[in-house]
């Protein structure tokens, strides 16, 4: 157990509908990044929060969206779904949000599988 | 932007036997970090290795070592000894160490390693 925490484990929705997938940091973690992992994009960077904060934005998609709760969790809201969006969330977490310390060190959480048929 | 290439889709390695990962990487930065992250069937994300650009001394972790090479920026894994458990997909890392760009993760495609009893 990594001490992130992802719900739900799986799941299964239909094209055009919304879903949110939740993210409880590893404790003491103040930082909380997503990740979408397909076959055809790999492993990528969607978006990053720090203490509430939206700190960094990669490739995430206008349709989807997130936010960092005052007890640190984190939700992303994915909506008017399509089928290239199934793929597997990965939540993770981190102590800060720099990158300028080695020990910052991004830990994972087991991911969320969602398939949109 | 910074770039992660792994070379090897797949690899194979007998049980005891060792093992070297490629990734090379791409950045006009002096200052960054670079990672081995392991995932095993369980789709869990874990850290294996970490590495400081600014550090001479390759990393080490029991059976894992790293070969870092700066100029030719080249990080390789060494795994000693494999054992069943070692079979995963392997994936290189980079992250800034610009304090600016947050602690973002580039991934590289991923190498499959397959261990044979």
């Known amino acids: 157990d990594s001490g992130v925490t992802q719900t739900p484990k799986h799941l299964i929705t239909a094209t055009g509908q919304r879903v949110t997938l939740r993210c409880s940091p590893r404790?003491?973690?103040?930082?909380v990044y997503w990740y979408q992992q397909s076959l055809d994009q790999g492993l990528q960077f969607l978006i990053q929060y720090y203490n509430g904060e939206e700190r960094a934005k990669g490739n995430i998609l206008e349709r989807f969206s997130a936010q960092q709760f005052p007890d640190l969790h984190s939700e992303l809201n994915l909506s008017s779904l399509e089928l290239g969006d199934s793929a597997l969330y990965f939540c993770?977490?981190?102590?800060?949000?720099?990158?300028?310390?080695?020990?910052?060190?991004?830990?994972f959480g087991a991911g969320s599988r969602l398939t949109v048929l | 932007a910074q770039t992660v290439t792994q070379s090897q889709p797949e690899m194979s390695v007998q049980e005891a036997e060792t093992v070297t990962l490629s990734c090379t990487y791409d950045t006009s930065e002096s200052d960054y970090y670079l990672f081995w992250y392991k995932q095993p069937p369980s789709r869990q994300m874990i850290l294996v290795i970490r590495?400081?650009?600014?550090?001479?001394q390759n990393a080490t972790e029991n059976r894992f070592s790293v070969n870092f090479q700066k100029a030719a920026k080249s990080f390789s894994l060494k795994i000693s000894d494999s054992q069943l458990g070692d079979a995963a997909m392997y994936f290189c890392?980079?992250?800034?160490?610009?304090?600016?760009?947050?602690?973002?993760?580039?991934f590289g495609e991923g190498t499959q390693l397959t261990v044979n009893p």
């Open positions: 590495q400081e650009a600014y550090k001479q």
């Open positions: 993770a977490s981190s102590p800060t949000q720099g990158s300028n310390s080695g020990a910052n060190v991004l830990t």
């Open positions: 404790s003491g973690d103040l930082s």
């Open positions: 890392a980079y992250r800034s160490g610009g304090e600016t760009s947050g602690s973002r993760l580039t």
